[in-house]
């Protein structure tokens, strides 16, 4: 009976011993290999990408880098006078009455002010109880229906009443002294002249109204951004010739302001304008 009970023990540890060697013979886990596709789909055919670039006009533009404009130099208290190539002419000794004056801030905020009232179209309106549209019947008794009293349905208090002091056209327009305009002028070319905005041409010489022409004269003076033309007495060509580009104004030598002078970049001005000027404006 012992050597029975024995077996067992024998044969559990013959499959102790079994299931070690197993785990030492073991081999080490592996990956799946990858299953190949049913079906590989056709290799699509590399796009070219696309040009980056700018367009051909733009990169030809590019190539063709325009020179810098020659800024001529003037002694101080003068300005070149330049012809339709950008070549220096000779100079002008400004007046010191108009172009190098003290600048008085509150005069040019009182002419911008005065300049800017009086472009107002001032046709503002709205309607009071005499011009609603509407019965003039009382809508109920005066008395006795607990309601409060009221007279017509135009009344302020109503919706779609009328309105009470509301805007009525007027003309925002109002004059400065003319001494006082004048001093204004004086200190916005100043500012422009020490800013280095002031350009003097001999003649525009635009005889046929085309805009190529004139622009092209300004790039040739590397005008750019807001500028003021000013000439005297401007003839139909110049007019023409200036009104689409943008930007750009022309105006009479006998019709610059201050606003005009401050909002611009550059005020190119021709000789004799500037002489007018000069003359208008010296005290």
Known sequence: MAEKKKAPAARAGKSKAAAKGKARKAPAHKAPAPKAPAHKAPAKKAKPAREKAEPKRAREHAKKERPAPVVHSAAEGAVAIVDGDNRKVSEHSLRPEVFAVAVNEHLLYEAVKQYRANARRGTHMTKNRALVSGSGRKPWRQKGTGRARVGDIR?????????????????????MPKKARIAALRSA??????????????????????????????????????????????????????????GLKVVDST?????????????????????????QLTP
């Open 255 to 279: 019709q610059i302001n201050v606003y005009d002078v401050l909002d611009c970049r550059n005020l190119v001005v021709s000789q004799e304008a500037l002489d007018k000027l000069e003359e």
């Open 155 to 175: 009344t302020p208090l109503w919706r779609h009443g009328g309105t009470v002091f509301g805007p009525t056209p007027r003309d925002y327009s109002y004059s």
């Open 189 to 246: 070319l100043t500012r422009r002249y020490n800013d280095g905005g002031l350009r003097v041409i001999d003649r525009f010489g635009i005889e046929q109204p085309k805009t190529k022409v004139l622009k092209s004269l300004l790039d040739r003076l590397g005008v750019e951004g807001k500028t003021l033309l000013v000439e005297h007495q401007p003839d139909r060509a110049l007019l023409l010739s200036g009104r689409n580009i943008p």
